[in-house]
């Protein structure tokens, strides 16, 4: 196995690239806390509010170890935690007490939930005119489907990826992992760092709309255009792609799979040289993209009647000799134990108070001068009141105490077994 990077000491590292900027999150769930996480990942301070009785959402979804929710560990790394029921006068005065000092507020409440609670943009800008709000909803703050629920999973619907994912003799596949919240929450990140720039330009505030399909729907590719210009509606296809080919997952002699792409003229010859099979690329119907995109079935049966003739190790090696584009499919595994993720460190090693050696997805991207850092897993419930309600606000214990929230500043709270 190959040995994963280790959190740097902060000593180790210059000055952050968004040192100074202050982020409340509010939030729940996924989108909307994966936002800051990202903010977070680069310097943000980031408070996170969490309900006194059973904190975030997400501290029990999937899988967890003695009583531990294994997600939030990651989506809520280098936060700062603290309790507060936002349904209470004091915790809508606590909100309004940390947002005078905050450059943004991150909320993914039903539209119109914050405004009930008296903490509605209009009354916190009145607080702190350069506040910078947040607001993750399903579809968005307005529009007719505004006042409904919305998650991720309806999201995928929504925005058309579902439609075409999966096969063509099948029904329609949701994907396997978040991936509405994951690139909203990308999407949000951006949005937020867009509005912290002319912020620092201008002094003012603003608030960030953003619906958790709208992000998928721009990313999913041409189909608006494709559909306006030609009429063309994209069906399930597999894994191949309506505008290049060959693109798809092929089965190796030995039972392995790899995923290749074609994506350019060049590619495919040397694809077709690494399968011992040059003369595909001369055929009339496979000689340009065009006319291997109306071909693309009979393509595909003849680049697998040739791989067949080769075990996964040995296509690898002759598709490297040949510069031509292929991968082995991967499990979780595989990545822990491949030497080019080892080497560019994206799986982190770091210690936790829980749960003791903990690895993770490291910080995507990699600045020069001012890299991210990850230097903790996300924390407790309520870890840090004692240092922000306390400390930080000047709120004494036994207010706190008559208000639900002290027991978690001295001790954890027990956790239900898994």
């Known amino acids: 196995m190959q040995k994963n990077t280790t959190a740097p000491p902060p000593s180790a590292l210059g000055s952050d690239a968004l040192a100074g900027v202050k982020v409340l999150d509010i939030s729940n769930f996924l989108a909307a806390p994966m936002s800051s996480m990202f903010l977070a990942d680069f310097g943000a301070e980031v408070i996170k509010v969490e309900r006194p009785d059973r904190g975030d959402e997400l501290r029990m979804w999937g899988e967890c170890k003695d009583g531990v929710g294994l997600y939030f560990k990651v989506i809520n790394r280098n936060k700062k935690s603290i309790q507060l029921d936002l349904h209470t006068p004091i915790g809508v005065e606590i909100v309004k007490k940390i947002v005078a000092d905050v450059d943004i507020i991150v909320e993914n409440f039903r539209p119109g939930t914050l405004e009930k609670w008296g903490l509605g943009y209009e009354e916190l800008s009145a607080i702190n005119p350069r506040l910078i709000m947040l607001r993750v909803t399903g579809f968005g703050q307005t529009g007719p489907y505004s006042p409904r629920p919305g998650f991720g999973t309806l999201a995928e619907a929504m925005a058309g990826y579902v439609n075409i994912n999966g096969v063509p003799e099948s029904a329609p596949l949701l994907p396997g992992f978040g991936l509405a919240d994951a690139t909203t929450g990308l999407m949000a990140a951006f949005l937020a760092v867009t509005a912290i720039v002319e912020q620092r330009r201008t002094g003012k505030g603003q608030v960030i709309d953003l619906g958790i399909y709208e992000t998928l729907l721009t990313l999913i590719g041409p189909h608006v255009v494709n559909y306006d210009q030609l009429g063309l509606i994209q069906e399930r296809q597999g894994s191949r792609l309506p505008f290049v080919a060959p693109r798809n997952i092929y089965a190796t002699r030995d039972g392995h799979f790899v995923s290749i792409a074609g994506s350019s003229q060049g590619i495919f010859e040397r694809i077709c040289a690494a399968l011992d099979v040059p003369d595909l690329a001369r055929d009339p119907r496979y000689l340009d993209n065009r006319l291997r995109l109306k071909n693309a079935a009979q393509l595909d049966e003849d680049l697998m009647a040739a791989m067949k003739h080769f075990d996964r190790d040995e296509l690898l090696e002759r598709f490297e000799r040949h510069q031509a584009a292929i991968f082995p499919v991967y499990n979780v595994e595989d990545i822990l134990n491949d030497s080019h993720v080892a080497a560019r460190e994206n799986i982190l090693a770091l ?43 000047g709120y004494t214990a036994q207010t706190l105490e008559s208000a639900g929230i002290m027991p978690a500043v001295n001790a954890p709270s027990e956790s239900e077994p898994c």
């Open 351 to 393: 210690q936790d108070d829980e749960l003791g050696s903990i690895r993770m997805q490291n910080v995507v991207g990699k600045l020069s001068r001012t890299p991210g850092r990850i230097h903790q897993a996300g924390p407790r419930a309520g870890a840090h009141n004692r240092a922000i309600l306390i400390d930080r606000l």
